[in-house]
Nanobody
Framework: QLQLVESGGGLVQPGGSLRLSCAAS????????IGWFRQAPGKEREGVSC????????NFADSVKGRFTISRDNAKNTVYLQMNSLQPEDTAVYYC?????????????????WGKGTLVTVSS
């Protein structure tokens, strides 16, 4: 059974950092483009960042550029999202998802498989 499992969410103060992990089971991640998405209460799900199969191409939403980085360790079957300088507006459920093609804009409807999400709360 194909599964993506996110971890690393939690409560953090403004200006703090978190690293999210996306681990795959039942399949190997290295065939797939992986994206991170988030959904805040009352808002639509949006793309945060995507990374190509080999990790050589990445893209980021304007709202997180310069603060978030994405990386992958195919040997560990895991993709990471390092989030720095977190702000209250980053509060959301964060999801990882897999696609069989790379998009420059990391679209929600381009993904084939989804994890169940991990909650990130940024609050003092």
């Amino acid at each position: 059974q194909l599964q993506l499992v996110e971890s690393g969410g939690g409560l953090v103060q403004p200006g703090g950092s978190l690293r999210l992990s996306c681990a795959a089971s039942g399949f190997t991640l290295d065939y797939y483009v992986i994206g991170w998405f988030r959904q805040a209460p009352g808002k639509e799900r949006e793309g945060v960042s995507c990374i190509s199969r080999g990790g050589g191409r990445t893209n980021f939403a304007d709202s997180v550029k310069g603060r978030f980085t994405i990386s992958r360790d195919n040997a560990k079957n895991t993709v990471y999202l390092q989030m720095n300088s977190l702000q209250p507006e980053d509060t959301a459920v964060y999801y990882c998802a897999a696609s069989d093609r790379y998009y420059s804009s990391c679209p929600v409807d381009g993904m084939l498989y989804w994890g169940k999400g991990t909650l990130v709360t940024v609050s003092s």
